[in-house]
């Protein structure tokens, strides 16, 4: 995914690192700023980064409980295959 304008930190590597973001386990501060500075000025990441974060709301209040650790890793794995299979079309219909 992009905005088509140009970042310092481009939106892959946001968009990767969203779950970090959200979940506040980002260890390196710089990446953490990088990225807030990036959702300031990239509309299409902020919305995305939205849904991801809705996402986790709705999974959470549904389970009642923290989902097992299992369960996070394989819907992240998801998550990210889909986005990649997302931005493999937007590339494609370029």
Known sequence: MSCGNHHDTNCRDVLDA?????????SDGTMRHAIEIHLEECGPCLKEMSIIRRIKELVFRSSGDSAPDTLRKAIRGQITQLRLTMTEVEIRSE
């Not at 969203?18 to 980002?26: G, K, R, T, V, W």
């Open 18 to 26: 969203a779950f970090l973001f959200i979940d506040d386990e980002l």
